[in-house]
């Protein structure tokens, strides 16, 4: 039997499956085992971490840094469904509790990712009431240092 990477003969929906699999326990590494080196991750504008950001180490430091800065991420749920040729798109739900206040914020996100060679090079972030993220974002970031 062959010894050929996995990530070749994961269909995309077990791609993302992965992603979120190492995003839920904190796995930086198996995280960036998953993305493209260049991929694209668009997230609402609204938010501190907002914008399109290119690259994988951008990824970890821009968006999941911030995350992870202001906020402990307990991730409770995440679903995958396969779209045509190699779009998934995935619903993630879970807490955030801040680290400065422990305010709690329900957080669910729908993601649209496309996936080629085994890896995701583009997610398009939605994140349901994402003005009032943003302002509980503001709020632990005002009760002290993140």
């Known amino acids: ?23 839920g326990k904190g796995d930086v590494p198996g995280v960036l085992a998953k ?8 997230e609402p504008a609204q938010l501190p971490y ?6 994988r ?11 992870m800065g202001y906020a402990n991420v307990a991730i409770t749920d995440a679903q995958v469904f396969e779209g045509p040729a190699d779009a998934v798109v995935g619903t993630l739900t ?8 422990g305010e709690q914020f329900p957080l669910t996100m729908v993601e649209i990712h496309t996936v080629e060679d ?3 090079r583009k997610i398009d ?10 302002a509980f974002y503001a709020r632990a970031e005002a009760a002290g240092t993140r």
């Open 125 to 134: 972030v939605y994140t349901k009431n994402p003005h009032e993220l943003a």
């Open 35 to 42: 993305l493209d080196p260049e991929v694209i991750v668009d």
């Open 57 to 67: 180490e951008v990824f970890v430091q821009s968006i999941l840094g911030a995350m």
């Open 1 to 23: 039997m062959s010894n050929e990477t996995t990530s070749q003969a994961e269909s995309p929906a077990q791609v993302v499956r992965g992603l979120y699999d190492a995003l």
């Open 94 to 101: 879970g807490t955030l509790t801040a680290h400065t206040t």
């Open 50 to 55: 907002g914008g399109v950001h290119r690259g």
């Open 118 to 120: 085994g890896t995701v």
